[in-house]
């Protein structure tokens, strides 16, 4: 009986598993249903009988932090159940009335959607929670503000985060904004400084953003969180006085906190429209546009190097090259643009240098007309031009005696045509595919499949060769003279006492030998029957004079009264034998 | 009734069972195409009008009926790019690409994609098998399953006809040409769809979802943040414990994130 008992152990616990397995319940629970707009709340799902993973991607109304998952197991009269707890602090990220939708629970590849929950958050902080972190810890608060709501689209604004602290904070965990509808840089280093507010000294450390809005119309940038580890005073143990432990590290304990900034709505305004001439560059800011040109005095088939130089403060980096009208009497290659472009707590500034290696192609004097740069003066709030001082470029004769040779077309100047790297005027998708084939199962053969039909023909052939050589073997000529070689030389290796014997099994291998080469049956042949056969199935006619004089010596040993000598007897059956193995 | 009526009645009945099966399980798969070609006409009328997230819900229906389709795939990631999902949008283009490699409209959808990722993609070393087999990009994941199978097939239909009676055929060169093409192939193959059987068994690519995901050097949320990636990136999925995955982005950033921030390709 006693080795029954695991066993037993085993069903029961297996069986109250078995029976739990079907009461799988998941619930989710929120701490608190009223929370003010600083507070976080906790959300705890439960997992009855099983453990799961939670999918928390569909909230969108709160910023989630994972606590952590606790598994506990419980056994009442035979009875084992199991229940994992996930939990995760929900920050909001705006106020009224928001929705933890039913949230994916996979558990063991099966899907269960948690209860719906709604939280109504306020701006005010929560009379009956008690808590505001302004209210009850000034000494701590965080400040969010940008340089200007209501920039035009491509306008670099920046976006400041401030941490202001009197007290001391430890695990400090700060998760920025996503800045959605911005691209979003930050500055650094950070900045570190004192500030007096009140009557209270408070450090600050200081984040900054440089944001350039990419679309119009109402943004709103989402709070910023903060985590940390408040220290607070414990209260002084009275009896403690004069003790090592009375000091400030061992009086204070720390308690969590989530601080937020509050969303910060931003109306981006479009460009007005572009009505002056010419071409919009693009750029948003401050700019100016200059030219140099490396030497203005040079020969036919030297070459200079002319820079456009785009400076100023703003989406520089966005600069493209300008169009410059160059005479005819130059070849252009263009070079790689150089950027030297610095981000700061104004934005980005820098300049962005255009160079082209000009190459005199014919003499003459020729200008080079100012090169123009239009773009939004986002002080003024207008489109402006700028442009480039005019160059003036004198092309001497070659130096060298020999004309410079310029190929050029027949009479085509007038139809000459420039060709350019074809790029992108707008981005977007390929459209869907609609068609209904995009239905069919696509999957990809299981392994086992793919191992069974790669395996199977080697299989069948297997088979068939197997069955083929049975049947062959009953009544193929070839087989059955092959075996009549095998059997007269084994025979014949027995016999080298005897010579007779011996000269008799070795005639009939070499015949044997030579029938089954051609595939019949018989018991002797002439020496051009043999030589014929062994010809006609491929053997040289070399190789076959040698079998027929083999034959000979062989009856002439038998036949002729030679003197049977058993080393010559011996070597005899040797050469046999090479010889049936070079007939096969 | 002796016992020869008996067995017929019964090998008759089992029969008639049979019959039946098929029919009512080819009946309950040909609701099932009805209802996914509804569903997949009201997704594409959807993603006309501009309803990207409906249109998102009703292709992802379909996929969850366990339609494998590349053209499925791609349908969902244009659909989630359209809504601002970069991360889902790149998942299921990767999936689409496993389906169908050579889908021009697939690698300019999921080259745009890629661009909008705000992370930059550092060296991911590919595996020494991934080099040698480099080509198994040209083909899908079917295809060079099919053409092993069916090129083994000839390989061994050849050797087959050897065993005919006529001579002729062993000699012919075109027959020995076809003969050794058909092994080449066939081994090429076959090697390819074993590797391709090991990845998908043991290298594990996934792309993050979340918009930042904070890359920890344990498996709490409390564990030091290494570093941040972002929607739409590509990390190998090294290996996964309790509710976390251990990724590789490149040599030096490794790191432990949580299941529910990544999705496996």
């Not at chain 1, 569909?58 to 598994?71: M, N, P």
């Not at chain 1, 069955?467 to 003279?481: G, H, L, Y």
């Not at chain 1, 089954?516 to 018991?523: F, S, W």
Request: glycine residues 6%; aromatic residues 10%; contains cysteine.
């Amino acid at each position: 009986m006693k080795r029954f008992v695991p066993f037993l152990i085993i069903f029961f616990i297996s069986t109250g598993y078995n029976d739990s397995a079907d009461a799988i319940e998941v619930t989710a629970q929120a701490d608190k249903l009223r929370l003010s707009s600083q507070e976080a709340l906790t959300l705890t799902i439960t997992v009855t009988d099983a453990e799961g993973t939670v999918d928390t991607s569909s909230i969108e109304d709160f910023k989630v932090l994972g606590q952590g998952t606790s598994t506990s197991v419980q056994i009442i009269n035979g009875q084992v159940s199991r229940k994992s707890t996930h939990r995760y602090t929900l920050l909001p990220l705006k106020e009224g009335t928001l929705h933890i939708p039913p949230l994916q629970v996979e558990v063991d590849g099966k899907n269960y959607m948690t209860n719906d929950i709604q939280v109504t958050v306020s701006d005010t902080p929560d009379e009956t929670s008690g808590k505001s972190d302004h209210a009850t810890s000034p000494e701590l608060y965080l400040e969010a503000e940008i340089s200007d709501a209501s920039p035009f689209v491509g306008q670099q604004i920046v976006y400041t985060f401030r941490l202001l602290t009197a007290v001391n904070i430890a695990n400090a965990s700060f998760q920025p904004p996503a800045f959605e509808g911005f691209s979003s840089r930050e500055i650094e280093p950070h900045k570190t400084y004192k500030k007096v507010v009140g009557q209270k000294t408070y450090h600050v450390e200081e984040v900054n953003y440089v944001l350039i809005p990419v679309k119009t119309g109402p943004l709103v940038i989402q709070p910023a969180l903060l985590n940390c580890r408040l220290f607070t005073k414990r209260d002084q143990d009275p009896f403690s006085f004069g003790s090592a432990f009375d000091n400030p590290f061992f009086r204070s304990r720390t308690t969590q906190k989530f601080l937020r900034t509050k969303s910060l709505p931003v109306e981006v305004k479009p460009l007005p429209p572009f009505k002056g001439q010419g071409k919009f560059s693009g750029l948003v800011g401050q700019f100016s546009i200059t030219s140099t040109v490396e030497k203005d005095v040079f020969h036919v088939g030297d070459s200079t190097t002319l820079n456009i130089i785009i400076t100023g403060t703003g989406n520089i980096m966005d600069a493209k090259t300008p169009d410059i009208d160059l005479p005819d009497a130059f070849k252009v290659y263009e070079d790689k643009p150089e950027e030297k472009i610095k981000i700061d707590h104004q934005g980005y500034s820098g300049s962005k240098t255009f160079r082209l290696a000009l190459v005199g192609v014919t003499a003459g004097d020729f200008n080079i007309e100012p090169v123009r740069l239009t773009y939004f003066n986002t002080d003024k709030k207008q489109y402006e031009t700028g442009e480039s001082s005019p160059i003036h470029l004198s092309i001497r004769p070659s130096l060298q005696k020999d004309t410079l040779e310029v190929v050029s077309a027949d009479k085509m100047e007038n139809t000459k045509v420039f060709k350019k790297k074809v790029t992108f005027t707008g981005r977007d998708i390929l459209p869907l595919k609609e068609k209904m084939d995009a239905l069919e199962n696509q999957e990809t053969i299981s392994f086992g499949w793919f191992f069974v039909l790669l395996l199977s023909p080697a299989l069948l052939y297997g088979i068939l060769w197997t069955s083929v050589r049975i049947t062959r073997k009953k009544d193929d000529p070839a087989i059955i003279m092959a075996e009549r070689v095998e059997t007269a030389l084994k025979a014949a290796r027995k016999s080298t006492n005897d010579p007779d014997k011996l000269l008799s099994y070795l005639y009939r291998a070499l015949i044997s030998a030579v029938l089954a080469k051609g595939g019949m049956k018989g018991e002797s042949l002439t020496y051009s029957e043999t030589e014929t056969i062994l010809q006609q199935n491929g053997i040289s006619s070399q190789t076959a004079k040698e079998v027929t004089m083999l034959l000979m010596r062989i009856d002439s040993i038998r036949y002729g009264g030679e003197e049977k000598n058993p080393e010559f007897l011996k070597d005899l059956l040797q050469k046999i034998q090479k010889m049936i193995e070079r007939l096969r | 009734m002796n016992r020869k009526t008996g067995i017929f009645f019964k090998s008759f009945f089992y029969v008639l069972m049979i019959v039946v099966f098929i029919y009512f399980s080819d009946q309950d798969s040909l609701a099932q195409t009805s209802e996914n070609s509804r569903t997949f006409l009201n997704a594409i009328r959807l993603y006309r009008e501009g309803q990207f997230k409906p249109a998102a819900d009703e292709f992802l229906k379909i996929a969850q009926t366990g339609v494998r389709n590349g053209k499925l795939f791609y349908n969902l990631g244009n659909t989630y790019l359209k809504i601002g999902k970069l991360g889902h949008s790149i998942l299921w283009y990767e999936r689409a690409l496993k389906l169908i490699p050579n889908d021009p409209d697939l690698k300019f959808n999921l080259n745009f994609a890629r661009t909008l990722v705000k992370d930059k993609r550092e060296e991911q070393r590919p595996p020494l098998l991934n080099v040698l087999f480099f080509w198994q990009d040209l083909f899908s994941e079917k295809s060079i399953q099919w053409i092993a199978i069916i090129s083994n097939m000839v390989f061994w239909l050849i050797l087959a006809s050897y065993l005919s009676p006529i001579p002729s055929l062993k000699t012919a060169t075109s027959v020995k040409v076809f003969k050794y093409l058909s092994l080449a192939i066939a081994l090429v193959f076959s090697l390819t769809a074993f590797y391709q059987y090991f990845a998908k068994r043991y290298i594990n690519y996934g792309i993050i979802l979340p918009e930042k995901v904070s890359v920890r050097s344990g498996l709490t949320e409390t564990a030091t943040e290494l570093f941040l990636l972002h929607s739409g990136t590509k990390v190998k999925i090294e290996r996964q414990d309790r509710d976390y995955y251990r990724i590789y982005f490149s040599r030096d950033k490794i790191g432990w994130l949580k299941k529910t921030h990544a999705a496996m390709i």
